[in-house]
Structure formats: C-alpha cells, structure tokens
C-alpha cells in the first residue's frame, strides 16, 4: 500500500514515537524529501484535513495519533451534500456496525463505564422533563459512543463518531415529537439496565428494536 502514499505521508509514517514533535519546516523537508515546496504544501493539506498532523502557528507540525474519524466526515459530509439519502445509507451501515459489534463491546465495559450510561440516561429525563423541555442530544451521542469505548478498533470508532456528525448536518438533533423522543430514552434505559444485569442478549434486542424508531421519527 506504500506506493499509493504520498512522499509526505510515506515521511510521516517512518516517524518514531518521539519523533512526532520534531518535523522540520517545509523549506527544509522539502529538500529531504526531494520534492518542491509547492507539491510538499498540497500534501501537507492533505495530511492535514484527513487529520494526521496539527500545524500551530510558532510550534510548527506535529503528527497526531491515527483516527479514522476526521477522512469519514469529509467524505460522507460531502456524499450527503450531494444527496441526502446517502445519509439513510450510512445510518443502515452504522447500526449493522453497532449491532455485530453490540456484545463484544458491551462485556468490556467497567463498572465506571456502565455508571456514566446511567448518569446520562438520568440526565437526559432531566432535560425532558424540565421546563422548558430540552433534546437530550449530547447525552444520545455520548451513551451510544460510550457503550462502544472499550473496543481497540479505531475504525470501528470512526463509523460511529462519524454517523453522529452527520446526524447533526442533516438537523436530526433539534427537537421532534415528544413521545418519540421518551420513548427512545424508554429504550436507553432499558438497555442500560439490561447490560448492568448482564443480560447482554436482552441489551441488544432492545437495541435492534430502538434503531427501527429513526425509521418512524416525526418529520414535524
């Protein structure tokens, strides 16, 4: 796979561990890599926007620990603009993900892990039962991240991150249908409940069954 690599991303991966915070500056990069500066800034670009490197104005470059997250956001940003139910094909992709990977990472999750779910799940009443009633969206997104933390699989993490910044560009976080939304969080609950009992086939029969309400969601 090198050869497909650009000569900046071929230098970034021969990069040692503590090496990361001292890449030289592109005058001097470019003639040890033998490119000219024009070609080594586009590639630079480049590294950055799919989000392997940081550029701070008097620190310089440095590379950043791999995810795949910031290179599915430009590019599934981009096939939703171009039409919008490329955003119902991606959601079909993430909850087949969410569900083949479901009891995998559920059983690794601590006991600090399945507290934090409860917290959110006790925050998210509190929203929707104040005055005014308010979404609960971060708690949605962090309860659905959280239940998969514990997995070592940067692009798994990077479907589901990914699937959350879209649900925000296609505005499926204002709010809807009251009902709807409680009984979503009957749902979180539930599944919650079933993963601190462990009774994890339970958890993801109810998980099947909340992912089929985004294909009910009041539209108005």
Known sequence: MQENLSEFLKYLTSLKKDEEDKIPALDE????????RAALREQVAVARALGLVAIKPRVGTRRLDYSFTPALQQSLGYAISLDRANFDKYSDLRAHVESAYFHQAVKELRKEDIAKLKDLVSRAWEKLRGTPAMIPHQE????????YCRLDNVF???ILEAYWEAYEAVDLNVFTDYTYLTD?????ANIVEAIERGDYDQAHQLLLDHTELITVRPTS
């Open 29 to 36: 990069l470019s003639k040890d890599l033998g490119i000219n």
């Open 140 to 147: 949605h997104r962090d309860l659905h991240l959280m239940m």
């Open 156 to 158: 798994i993490t990077g």
């Open 184 to 188: 979503v969080w009957k749902y979180h």
